[in-house]
């Protein structure tokens, strides 16, 4: 972990460079450029509210509108998505890095990472600014949605060093990853309350750790509780996260020299 720290700091301005390459490269050629980058999250986000507020009378959420409530759930998801699927090709994008250059490789999905991570601070602006333009002023919990950022990009990095490296060898995996989010995406409480299915079915969703930076995106913004307050779920959060990071650096690094010979 330290030798892996020391290398992030090392090689930030080439990290940074690409970075800002990458974010580029997605929308070269687009009349609008990077603004897609912006327009796509807003306009699915816009569609949900109108289907659920609009079209099935959906009723606020405690004391909280639904949109609100909805976008709390939403964004991180978006993140989550977009990030894996990026960084699960990021190898694969970058082969030039492999192959011509010497570079830790291992900080590849990290470019993903850092990508999507500038959309996403911005949309977090923009759900405070929600939030602000529907009178709830700001207070000390909404600082509380950068912890579970940090958790969920742990959690990325991990996943994303057992992906990329994978699907060096075995290509089908973007598309089962792909099949993977969609099907994630309806099964996590999300547009709908956990509170919907029988008590005896919560502990199966809960096994989901995309459900404890969700709920806790909530918690900072509607429900006003801090992540301490859910003791059992953070400790296996981190459990799960600090296995599937540890696990996903091995299988990196027990792959990495293989990757030249096959790109």
């Keep these: 972990m330290f030798e892996f720290l020391k290398s992030i700091y090392k090689n930030r301005a080439l990290l940074w460079q690409l970075t800002k390459n990458d974010f580029k490269q997605k929308y070269l050629g687009n009349f609008l450029g990077v603004a897609w980058a912006f327009i796509q999250p807003t306009a699915t986000i816009a569609i949900f509210w109108f289907v659920f507020q609009v079209g099935f009378k959906s009723k606020p959420v405690g004391d909280y509108p639904f949109i609100l409530w909805l976008i709390a759930g939403m964004l991180p998801w978006f993140f989550f998505a977009e990030t ?130 969700i709920q806790g995106y909530r918690d900072s913004l509607i429900n006003h509780k801090w992540f301490w307050e859910h003791p059992v779920m953070t400790i296996y959060y981190w459990i799960v996260t600090m296995a599937i990071f540890i696990v996903g650096s091995l299988i990196f690094k027990r792959l990495r020299p293989h990757f030249a010979d096959v790109l």
């Design 84 to 213: 894996l699927s990026t960084a699960t090709n990021s190898i694969l994008a970058n082969n030039f890095l492999v192959k011509k250059v010497v570079f830790r490789v291992s900080l590849l999905p990290i470019i993903s990472i850092l990508t999507t991570l500038i959309v996403h601070l911005f949309f977090i602006l923009f759900m405070f600014g929600m939030f602000i333009y529907y009178g709830y002023s700001p207070d000390i919990y909404w600082i509380q949605i950068f912890y579970y950022l940090f958790a969920l990009i742990i959690l990325l990095l991990g996943l994303s060093w057992i992906t990329s490296s994978v699907v060096v060898f075995f290509r089908d995996l973007g598309q089962i990853i792909a099949m993977v989010i969609q099907f994630g995406f309806w099964l996590t409480p999300i547009f709908w309350s956990i509170g919907m299915i029988p008590q005896k079915y919560h502990w199966l969703l809960k096994l989901n750790p995309i459900y404890y930076i």
